[in-house]
């Protein structure tokens, strides 16, 4: 099994930038394709970034496209998300999630199997 464990949300101004961090423990982090999740007030919990065990391929949201980017580091067994150009429509619960898959453009959360506890992200106009 692996741990998830996430950081770096926050308060911002429209149009400022945060990065999330997931910190992973547990079995190889590089064994895993990950992704963040958002789930705003009301709101089913959509796909906005994954990325491929080894890093190189890479899937956004429309909604997010252009504005934020998905990294890993398998030596410090962590996943980010870079978000910049925030705007109040972005404001949720960001939830890191993995799962053994190497297919990275599962969108449905069914597939994915390990979740974090969420990182409030909030964008004021």
């Known amino acids: 099994q692996i741990q998830l464990v996430e950081s770096g949300g926050g308060l911002v101004q429209a149009g400022g930038s945060l990065r999330l961090s997931c910190a992973a423990s547990?079995?190889?982090?590089?064994?895993?394709?990950m992704g963040w999740f958002r789930q705003a007030r009301g709101k089913d919990r959509e796909l906005a970034a994954a990325?491929?065990?080894?890093?190189?391929?890479?899937y956004y949201a429309d909604s997010v496209k252009g504005r934020f980017t998905i990294s890993r580091d398998n030596t410090k067994s962590t996943v980010y998300l870079q978000t910049n150009n925030l705007q109040p429509d972005d404001t949720a619960v960001y939830y890191c999630?993995?799962?053994?898959?190497?297919?990275?453009?599962?969108?449905?959360?069914?597939?994915?199997?390990?979740w974090g506890q969420g990182t409030q992200v909030t964008v004021s106009s």
């Open positions: 547990g079995r190889t982090f590089g064994s895993y394709t």
């Open positions: 999630a993995a799962m053994e898959a190497a297919y990275i453009y599962y969108r449905s959360t069914a597939n994915w199997a390990y």
């Open positions: 990325i491929s065990r080894s890093g190189l391929n890479t």
